[in-house]
C-alpha cells in the first residue's frame, strides 16, 4: 500500500481499517527524515523508539480502541517537555537537559497514543522569525533551501511540509507557528489564549504564549487542537474552551478586512496581489467582506516588542546555571551566573533580555511598560467592537515571502514581519494562517484569519470552505 | 542614544557577561529598536480606556482576565509526596554531592 500523501484524517482511516500497520505508517516518515533532515535540519533529533512507540500504538488500534490520534506520527517543538527526553529550546544553556516532567499537552497526546518522532528546531528559545537563531543550525525551507523556514516553529513547519510528520506541535507568542506555517505552505493555528495548557512550554512570553498544531489541512489541525485543548490545574491562565452545545449557531458569515493596514510600506507586492486575489476568493465563497478599521493596530508591533521582552527578561532568568542546564566556572557565584548566561544564551536571547530589562528598570517603565500595557487594553476594546460588526479578520499573514537566510542584516528588520500575526497574541484571539498561493517564483504565501475569543469554530469552518476541505 | 555603559549596566542587571564590541553593537541595535517603539508614547490611554460600569470604581485599565478578576488560588493542602520528584531533579544537577546540590559559597 504506498503511504503518500496523507492527512490525519486519512491515515485514521487507513490503520482502523487495517490497511496499513503503524510500523509501514511510522517507516515510511523516517525514511522521508533520514533522505531530508540531513540538509534541511527541521529535527534536532529523531527518537530512538520510535518503531517501538508504534508497535505500542498497533496494540491499542487492535484491541478496538484506537482513538483520533492513535499511531499518529508528530514532531514536537524542542521547548514542549516530555518527560524523560531531551528538550534544549535550540539554546546551548539547556544542550543536555533532559525533561523531568511531561507538558500536560504531551500528556494528553500520549493518553491518544501518538507516536512522537522528535524533537524539533526552533528559534533559540522561541526568540526569531526564521530559526536563524537556533544554536544547532538553521532549518531550510524546503520550497527553496536558500531561504528560512520561518520562525521560530521552523523545524515544526518543515516536518509537516516536507513529509517528515503528518502533524506538529509548535508555539506561538507573536506568530511563530502562523509564520512558519505560511512560509512553507501549510496550515499553523494559534488558540485563544488559555485554552491550551502551557504547564510544561518553556515560557517566553507569559501573557503571549500559546501551543498549536501545524499541519497540511484545517481539519488535521482542529483534530490535534481538539485533543490537546482544556483547562488545567497546572496552569492557571488556563481556560474552559467552550463545548459545541454553548456556541453560537450563525452562519457566521462576514469577513472584515482592514484595508488600511495595506498602505504602510513594506508589504510586498505578491503579497498585495495574493491578497486580493484571496478576498475575491472567500467572496465567491459566498462571505461579505466590509472593510473595518482597528484604531491602533498600527501600535501593536511596538506593543509587542515592549511587553514580550520585558516578560522574556523575567522568564529567563531561571537559567542560572545552579539547578539545571549549563554551570560555566566561575570564581564565585555571581561570576557563575554570568559566564554562563553569557554564553548558554545566543545573540538574540540576550538582546532581548537587555531591551527586556531595561524597559521595566525604573526611569523608563512608565514610559514604555506601562503605556503598552494600556495600549493592550485599547487593542482588545478594538477588537472586541470590531467583532460586534464581522464574524472574522482578514489579514495577510506576513509582509513578504521567506526571506533568503542570512538576508536580514539587523534584528528590527526581522521583526517587522511579525507586523500581522503579533496582535492576536496581544489581544488573545485565536488565528489560523491558511496556504493562499504562491509567488512567481514558487514561495508559499498565506492569509490570516483572527477569530473572536473562543471561536476557534469560525476559523476552521472558514478555513476548511478556503481549501476546499470537504467535512 | 544608549550608551555603552548603560548596556553594560543593564547587563550586570541580568546577570549577563557581555564584552566591550558586544556591548557597542548592542548599544546600536537596542537604540533602533528604542527608535521603533517609542512610538507608544504618542498612545494617550486616557480618552481610549473603557469605561467601569460602576462611576466610583477605579478604570479598567488592567482587566487582563477574560472574564475580569477571578480567584485561581487553590487551597494549600494535599502536598507532593517528599521524594516523588527529587531522582529525576537531582539527576539534573550541575554539580551534586550525597543527593545536595553543590554550589559556589555565598557567605
Known amino acids: ?471 | 542614544m544608549i550608551s555603552k555603559e548603560e548596556i553594560k549596566r543593564l547587563a550586570d542587571l541580568a546577570r549577563i557577561e557581555v564584552g566591550e564590541s558586544e556591548q557597542e553593537e548592542l548599544a546600536q541595535e537596542i537604540d533602533a529598536i528604542l527608535d521603533y517603539v517609542k512610538l507608544i508614547q504618542q498612545f494617550h490611554p486616557d480618552e481610549a480606556l473603557p469605561k467601569a460600569d460602576n462611576d466610583s470604581a477605579p478604570p479598567l485599565n488592567d482587566k487582563r482576565g477574560l472574564g475580569g478578576d477571578m480567584n485561581v488560588w487553590r487551597e494549600d493542602e494535599n502536598p507532593t509526596e517528599s521524594g516523588t520528584y527529587s531522582k529525576d531533579l537531582i539527576a539534573e544537577f550541575p554539580n551534586s554531592e550525597n543527593n545536595y546540590l553543590k554550589v559556589k559559597k555565598i557567605l
Open chain 1, 1 to 471: 500500500m504506498k503511504i503518500e500523501n496523507l492527512t490525519i484524517k486519512k491515515a485514521r482511516e487507513l490503520l482502523d481499517k487495517k490497511e496499513i500497520s503503524t510500523k509501514e505508517l511510522i517507516e515510511y516518515y523516517l525514511k522521508n527524515i533520514e533522505a531530508k533532515n540531513k540538509d534541511l535540519n527541521a529535527y534536532l533529533e529523531v527518537y530512538e523508539d520510535v518503531l517501538g512507540q508504534a508497535e505500542e500504538a498497533q496494540k491499542i488500534i487492535d484491541s478496538g480502541n484506537a482513538k483520533d490520534l492513535t499511531g499518529i506520527p508528530l514532531a514536537i517543538k524542542d521547548n514542549i517537555l516530555i518527560k524523560g527526553r531531551k528538550a534544549s529550546a535550540a539554546s546551548k544553556i539547556l544542550e543536555n537537559y533532559t525533561a523531568t516532567y511531561d507538558a500536560t499537552v504531551i500528556e494528553k497526546l500520549k493518553k491518544e497514543g501518538v507516536v512522537f518522532l522528535g524533537r524539533t528546531n526552533m528559534d533559540e528559545f522561541a526568540m526569531g522569525g526564521s530559526t536563524e537563531n537556533s544554536s544547532f543550525g538553521v532549518t531550510k525551507n524546503p520550497h527553496d533551501t536558500a531561504r528560512v523556514a520561518g520562525g521560530s516553529s521552523g523545524g515544526s513547519a518543515v516536518a509537516v511540509a516536507a513529509d517528515m510528520a503528518l502533524g506538529a506541535l509548535g508555539s506561538d507568542t507573536g506568530g511563530s507557528v502562523r509564520e512558519p506555517a505560511s512560509f512553507c505552505g501549510v496550515i499553523g493555528f494559534k488558540p485563544t489564549y488559555g485554552v491550551v495548557s502551557r504547564y510544561g512550554l518553556m515560557a517566553m512570553g507569559s501573557s503571549l504564549d500559546c501551543i498549536g498544531p501545524i499541519a497540511k489541512t484545517v481539519g488535521d489541525t482542529e483534530i490535534i487542537f481538539d485533543n490537546i485543548k482544556g483547562k488545567d490545574k497546572m496552569d492557571s491562565t488556563s481556560i474552559t474552551p467552550p463545548t459545541p452545545l454553548t456556541l453560537r449557531g450563525e452562519p457566521n458569515k462576514k469577513i472584515g478586512v482592514p484595508y488600511h493596514i495595506l498602505d504602510q510600506g513594506g508589504i510586498s507586492p505578491e503579497v498585495k496581489k495574493n491578497f486580493e486575489e484571496s478576498i475575491k476568493k472567500m467572496q465567491d465563497l459566498g462571505y461579505e467582506i466590509q472593510d473595518i478599521k482597528l484604531e491602533n493596530i498600527d501600535k501593536s508591533l511596538a506593543v509587542y516588542y515592549i511587553i514580550m521582552p520585558a516578560e522574556v527578561s523575567s522568564n529567563m532568568a531561571r537559567f542560572d546555571g545552579v539547578k539545571y542546564g549549563l554551570r560555566e566556572e566561575g570564581a564565585n557565584l555571581l561570576e557563575v551566573y554570568k559566564n554562563t548566561r553569557g554564553l548558554g544564551f545566543g545573540k538574540e536571547v540576550r538582546r532581548r533580555i537587555i531591551l527586556g530589562t531595561y524597559v521595566l528598570s525604573s526611569g523608563y517603565y512608565d514610559a514604555y511598560y506601562a503605556k503598552a500595557m494600556s495600549a493592550r487594553e485599547v487593542l482588545r476594546d478594538e477588537f472586541k467592537k470590531a467583532f460586534e460588526q464581522v464574524d472574522a479578520i482578514l489579514t495577510p499573514t506576513t509582509p513578504a515571502p521567506a526571506w533568503k537566510i542570512g538576508e536580514k542584516s539587523n534584528p528590527l528588520e526581522a521583526y517587522l514581519a511579525d507586523i500581522f500575526t503579533v496582535t492576536a497574541n496581544i489581544v488573545g484571539v485565536p488565528a489560523i494562517s491558511l496556504p493562499s498561493g504562491f509567488t512567481p517564483n514558487n514561495l508559499p504565501l498565506g492569509v490570516q484569519l483572527m477569530a473572536p475569543h473562543m471561536r476557534e469554530d469560525i476559523l476552521f469552518k472558514i478555513g476548511k470552505s478556503f481549501l476546499k476541505e470537504n467535512s
